[in-house]
């Protein structure tokens, strides 16, 4: 009760202290004077919503979020219960204002009562349909920390939602986020699987974690291929089969299904299963949609087989295919880091010459600023493109230069500057990488002998 009389407490003093009487400001704020008169004087006092809070906090020049500690300690008095209708919009206006601290505590006092657990996880997946992200994670620590189910659907959402917010551009803390919501994503609902699996293939990736990228990708094809024949099938029938709002069309998640197990099959130098995958994501013409960017996806991946062909070629030692693929990279500037990353390493394989190339693409191997560079690059007809793949492609790519340049007896200033790119990318990024290096270190020293 002491914190309810001194929430009424303060708000009187303030009103008596620049001027005001009951009447003049109920007509300054727009509050009714009898409401106005029982929220402040009535006995017991008339519940005060926290909009009633913010326009009397506006008209006395206050400051966003002044008396909400006293607001919210008071919405709790009443023996720990709480009126969800009345700490719904409190919780929403400390979103609004970012105050983290009182979502906190709301949310810790809320949770007397189990049964809101319910009323949270709702807020929260709302706020995700809007658009918010980072801002509903203290919402969705709530769920997990209170879910008394552990095999519930609502316990893995809220993993995966955290999981979504926590990915940025360090690769070791996606790769942390990522090992703690891996166990969850079978009891994901099938159109948020679709883009955990390819997000999760994705961080697996960056930290070249190939068989566990080819199974993920294999459970990504699997429910794509499995929704997609359901689509058909209802088609047939002439019935409607509609899969909830994902990021991208079903086809993005079935090529790159196929595409991810290339990537990683092609880095295990496995070229035989790679060939075989690359196969089932060109031509998807026959994959039918009615998404508006399917053909556009169906042209995408077509491009990407062309390249990724063009890759195994060289890899397998087809040198010829260099100057082809040099002319095919002028007219497409954007898939110069991924290809220089390949044609490096076959150059190291096969003993290639790619000064050429490196001269030419002198300017994207060292950009001055490497994170400002991979955010103009993006490119919204891009398939899934994360800035954190391209801090990876660096990272590889400075690796095989620097045995390139070495290879090659090239101990002068452009292995230093190859050396100090990778170590300070390394550093940054994905430290992670750090005994790749330490072993590449010693493998220059072979080479210096």
Known sequence: MNNLITLRTELEQEIARQGYSLSSFSKASGINRGILSATLNGNPPKPMSINQLDRMSATLGKPEGWLYEQFIEESFSEQGKANWRRIRPLLLRCMEIHRNDLIERTLYLLMEDPNHVGHVFELAEEQVQAGATVETVPFYKCVIENERNYQSERLAISQYRIFRASLGHNIEDNLKAALIFEPFRHRLPDYLKLDALLKLSIVNYTVRNWDIVIKLSQELYDISSRLHKQKLQAKEKSKEFKIPFTERPLIVYYGQSQLMQFVANEHLEDYEKASVHLKKFSNLHWFEDDHPENQKYIERFDFFAMLNALNLEILTGNQDKLN?????????????????????KAANTHDYDIDHFLTYYDDII????????????????????????????????????????????????????VLYRLESTVEKYNRGRIMDCLNLFKKLREFTK
Do not use: W
Request: with cysteine; aromatic share 18%; glycine share 2%.
């Open 324 to 344: 082809e693929y040099f002319d095919l990279l002028k007219k497409y500037p954007e898939e110069v880091l991924p290809s220089l990353l390949i044609i490096i």
């Open 366 to 417: 060292y950009p001055e600023d490497i994170m400002e560079f991979l955010f103009s690059e993006q490119d919204g007809n891009r398939l899934y493109y994360e800035v954190s793949v391209g801090i990876t492609r660096y990272v590889n790519m400075y690796y095989q230069l620097a045995i390139y340049h070495c290879n090659r007896k090239m101990y002068d200033e452009k292995l230093e500057k």
